[in-house]
């Protein structure tokens, strides 16, 4: 077997057991091979590429150096993890990462007891490992260390920093590691800094230091307030030295670094020595995003997930979509710069995510006219508030699952001013591969309590170009447009720009035996299925196209009410609350007492897959709309 010969010393790493019964100068050589092992699978099954490539060298030296699993390490961002999960057990599973029923393609503690908690969305580390570290201390288990892995971007996000403060001012020995890929790696400038690094992770100054410190507090000379205020003293003299401040010495959180995140062994022999610190600490190190794949060093953004490639090239292997229609992130993008040089109060925002919905368009075109505001949703839609409220037209692209974290700026700083913001909810439903944490399922449930905002979702292309026309009309208040991942269905998207009626729904088709309720593209399925069940029974279906979850279109409600007894509602969202729920609450306040029969999400989290599984998986697939319209024509 190929792989047999190929990685001599990752086929004998089984567990980190196994990593830890080898000598240290083996070490760069495994490193070597996972790199080798994680290039090699992820040119034949795409995934996340770069992120991981850098954080080699720290994944071997995390699991040599910490009893892992009891000691916990608690990654952030979980596309950095593959090297973890090679070298957990999971080696000869890797191949089936992110496919229907394998790997996760983040960690997951239903996978495996070394991944210590969910980590799909951004930010949590820190918060999660400090509460693990609490839990420890309380357990009195004095030995069990607990590391949070932050970075690729994660550090922008407000809940780091409310981590950070907590740290800072709770009992605690967790070790923060900050892998910051955002610069190269420089050498130490000047001897003074290499001294005190070196004197800082000294064990026998740090022994020493310990010492010290104990004898004062039996005598009574050091308080918890004067070991803070000498702390805060070190800090300063250090700052005063080095001539370098940072916010975490300010926060009286020890400061290392920053050290190489490519040197495997200076790793190692530095988290040896401040693993045993007491107190809160950070090691900041450098690294290179796609390390060891020329590529991707050279180009982070488009090597983060770049698919398919050859290995031996790096010529990424891009299908052929010549003739396919668009997908919906570039309508959207090239519409959104369409619309901005109509209207020159037209404003884009995304959270880090310029490139994945389109927006570096706009970005490309008109730089002074978007922003991307880093890993920080809340901050997105208050800033696009603060804009609004002085005139500005902001469109604020959020994928739907990581909107999650800004409700309550939402409904604090948006929709209580009915504020012109329009929020775009890319990725909504199922996205495949990437699986609970990505899944945009609960949007159409989570938004639809909101007072003052118009929720929408397109049927196809032309009608997300006519609804973000719509939404940047005068005085629409906040105006929610919700479209998946994926393409649509209209080569010729292109449409002229034309307003839609607020709360104004479609037929587009009539009947008279049975009426279903679609919202979304999800339409475009329930219109072959109705198509092929006309066809099988011969009955007549009418088909509604919602386009409105809020306000909806009640006269189109009435209308089915009074001439159907048998309704299905289609929705690519959470059945619980949802579409199907807005519908059957209309029926049941008016007095219609249909039979409705909802399609959507089943209220569990649903694994990751190919979307097409997936929406087999949840009954919303054409062949369960089809089922299910056959049966309720024949009952």
Known sequence: MEQATSYELLNKIDSPKDLRHLPADLLPEVCKELREMIIDELSRNPGHFGSSLGVIELTVALHYVFNTPYDRIVWDVGHQAYGHKILTGRRDQFCTNRKLNGLCPFPSPAESEYDTFTCGHASNSISAALGMAVAASRKEEDDRHVVAIIGDGSMSGGLAFEGLNNASSTPNNLLIILNDNNMAIDRSVGGMKQYLLNLQTSEGYNRLRFAIAQKLRKIGILTEERQKSLLRFNNSLKSVLTQQQNIFEGMNIRYFGPVNGHDVL??????????????????????????????????????????????????????????????????????????????????????????????????????????????????????????????????????????????????????????????????????????????????????????????????????????????????????????????????????????????????????????????????????????????????????????????????????????????????????????????????????????????????????????????????????????????????
Not at 268 to 276: A, F, G, P, R
Not at 305 to 324: H, L, Q, S, Y
Not at 446 to 470: Q, V
Not at 553 to 573: C, N, Q
Request: with cysteine; net charge neutral; proline share 6%.
């Open 266 to 635: 200076s790793l190692t022999k530095v988290l040896k020595e401040i693993k045993d610190m007491k107190g809160p600490k950070l090691l900041h190190i450098h690294t290179v995003k796609g390390k060891g794949f020329k590529p991707a060093e050279k180009e982070a953004t488009l090597w983060h997930a770049p698919g398919k490639f050859n290995k031996e090239t790096g010529e990424r292997i891009i299908p052929d979509t010549t003739g396919m229609p668009p997908l919906f992130q570039d309508v959207f993008g090239n519409t959104l710069l369409e619309l901005a040089r109509q209207n020159k109060k037209i404003i884009g925002v995304t959270p880090a995510m310029p490139t994945g919905c389109s927006m570096n368009i706009l970005m490309k075109a008109m730089p002074d006219r978007a922003f991307d505001v880093g890993i920080a949703e809340g901050h997105a839609v208050t800033f696009s508030g603060g804009m609004a409220k002085e005139g500005l037209q902001p469109f604020c692209n959020i994928y739907s699952s990581f909107m999650q974290r800004a409700y309550d700026n939402i409904i604090h700083d948006i929709a209580i001013q009915r504020l012109n913001v329009v929020l775009c909810l890319d990725r909504a439903g199922l996205v495949g591969e990437d699986g609970p944490t990505h899944h945009g399922i609960f949007d159409l449930a989570y938004l639809r309590p909101i007072p003052n905002l118009t929720i929408a979702s397109p049927y196809d292309e032309h009608e997300l170009r006519k609804l973000m026309y719509t939404a940047q009309l005068p005085d629409q208040g906040p105006f929610a447009i919700r479209y998946p991942r994926g393409r649509g269905t209209q080569t010729d998207w292109e449409c002229p720009f034309e307003a839609i009626e607020v709360g104004k729904g479609r037929k587009l088709k009539d009947g008279s035996d049975l009426a279903v309720i679609t919202i979304g593209p999800i339409g475009n399925d329930a219109a072959q299925a109705i198509t092929e069940s006309e066809a099988h029974t011969g009955k007549s279906i009418a088909h509604y196209d919602l386009r409105f979850l809020k306000p909806l279109d009640e006269a189109m409600l009435h209308e089915i009410g009074k001439r159907f007894h048998r309704i299905v509602t289609v929705e690519d969202g959470i059945l619980k609350g949802g579409m199907g729920s807005a519908i059957l609450e209309f029926m049941s306040d008016n007095g219609y007492t249909p039979v409705v029969k909802r399609l959507g999400i089943p209220d569990r989290f649903i694994p990751h897959g190919p979307v097409e599984a997936l929406h087999a998986i949840c009954g919303i697939d054409k062949t369960t709309i089809y089922n299910t319209l056959i049966h309720l024509l024949e009952v």
